[in-house]
């Protein structure tokens, strides 16, 4: 029986993701390291009693810390910070552009594959991987076209989400270089750890309110959508990737999530009404059955 496993566990992963954007429009108000501080913090307090036992018992090189601090610092820090500093320059209102991250994301990705973990490319990957990725740029983009009509704020944002795209992309071959000797439980757990712990520095230098001298702390709702996020698109999502990708080549893992624009399109059109164009309709058809395609070559793998 063929084990489709890992890319269904990074396809659930993916899901979640897409109701990040919708989850931190609440959080607007708040300095992104503050976010970022907070969502880990929670994270880290809601998963210790489930897995401190795994920890306790798992013993790290020093090659495991240097890939634990890196995958922190790249992806849980200026990934996560760069993604909502990118969400905040649009007002969370024009977020198609800020998806262009997990368009360029593959690139990254695959590139660092074929650099630190020698995974080889044959043409039936590479002609699945672009179609999907052309048909992912028509999904978030009506007609293909960007609208930078927000003004210079969107321009900016387009850097940030480069910037994610890169951290992101990255941290997905060094996460797979460690889930191959560590737990995806241990290694959840460490992420969290040692995000909170670099971002806390950050947190004094960068967490206070425009013109004043007081950190900007969550109100009692906004912990509420900190915790939300960390049930869902935030700990609970990384644990179910994780999982995917210690059974998963990252140069098919990262093409399966970009089903995260996919469904984040149609939540969009679900709760704030807007309308997807023909284009659309058709490129997230064409981006479904390339994923499909994709998830397919894993046995071959």
């Given at each position: 029986?063929?084990?489709?496993?890992?890319?269904?566990?990074?396809?659930?992963?993916?899901?979640?993701?897409?109701?990040?954007?919708?989850?931190?429009?609440?959080?607007?108000?708040?300095?992104?390291?503050?976010?970022?501080?907070?969502?880990?913090?929670?994270?880290?307090?809601?998963?210790?009693?489930?897995?401190?036992?795994?920890?306790?018992?798992?013993?790290?090189?020093?090659?495991?810390?240097?890939?634990?601090?890196?995958?922190?610092v790249?992806?849980?820090?200026?990934?996560t910070?760069?993604?909502?500093?990118?969400?905040?320059?649009?007002?969370f209102?024009?977020?198609?552009?800020?998806?262009l991250?997990?368009?360029?994301q593959?690139?990254?990705?695959?590139?660092?594959?074929?650099?630190?973990?020698?995974?080889?490319l044959?043409?039936?990957?590479?002609?699945?991987?672009?179609?999907?990725?052309?048909?992912?740029?028509?999904?978030?983009?009506?007609?293909?076209?960007?609208?930078?009509?927000?003004g210079?704020?969107?321009?900016?944002?387009?850097?940030?989400?480069?910037?994610?795209?890169?951290?992101?992309?990255?941290?997905?071959?060094?996460?797979?270089?460690?889930?191959?000797?560590?737990d995806?439980?241990?290694?959840?757990?460490y992420?969290?750890?040692?995000?909170?712990i670099?971002?806390?520095?950050?947190?004094?230098?960068?967490?206070?309110?425009?013109?004043?001298?007081?950190?900007?702390?969550?109100?009692f709702?906004?912990?509420?959508?900190?915790?939300?996020?960390?049930?869902?698109?935030?700990?609970?999502?990384?644990?179910?990737?994780?999982?995917?990708?210690?059974?998963?080549?990252?140069?098919?893992?990262?093409i399966?999530?970009?089903?995260?624009?996919?469904?984040?399109?149609?939540?969009?059109?679900?709760?704030n009404?807007?309308?997807?164009?023909?284009?659309?309709?058709?490129?997230?058809?064409v981006?479904?059955?390339?994923?499909?395609?994709?998830?397919?070559?894993?046995?071959?793998?």
């Amino acid at each position: 029986m063929k084990n489709y496993t890992g890319p269904i566990f990074i396809l659930i992963a993916a899901t979640l993701w897409a109701f990040d954007g919708l989850i931190r429009q609440y959080l607007y108000s708040l300095p992104p390291i503050t976010i970022i501080f907070f969502e880990h913090l929670i994270g880290l307090i809601i998963l210790s009693p489930f897995v401190y036992k795994y920890v306790f018992t798992t013993k790290l090189t020093k090659r495991d810390w240097q890939l634990i601090v890196l995958i922190s610092v790249l992806s849980g820090l200026f990934g996560t910070l760069w993604f909502t500093t990118a969400l905040g320059k649009v007002h969370f209102i024009s977020i198609s552009v800020v998806f262009l991250l997990q368009k360029l994301q593959p690139i990254f990705a695959i590139t660092s594959a074929r650099i630190f973990l020698k995974e080889k490319l044959d043409a039936r990957y590479i002609k699945w991987a672009v179609l999907a990725i052309v048909a992912a740029y028509f999904v978030t983009f009506k007609n293909g076209y960007v609208n930078f009509a927000t003004g210079g704020e969107t321009i900016i944002a387009a850097f940030y989400a480069l910037g994610a795209a890169f951290a992101w992309g990255t941290s997905t071959t060094f996460s797979k270089i460690l889930l191959g000797k560590v737990d995806f439980k241990v290694s959840t757990f460490y992420r969290f750890l040692v995000t909170g712990i670099v971002a806390l520095p950050l947190l004094f230098l960068f967490g206070r309110g425009e013109g004043s001298t007081n950190l900007v702390m969550p109100d009692f709702s906004q912990f509420g959508f900190l915790a939300l996020i960390a049930l869902s698109t935030g700990m609970i999502a990384l644990l179910i990737y994780y999982r995917g990708l210690a059974k998963t080549p990252v140069h098919i893992s990262t093409i399966l999530e970009l089903t995260f624009p996919f469904f984040a399109i149609f939540l969009d059109m679900t709760i704030n009404n807007t309308i997807l164009s023909v284009s659309q309709w058709i490129a997230a058809l064409v981006l479904v059955f390339s994923i499909y395609k994709i998830s397919r070559l894993r046995e071959n793998v």
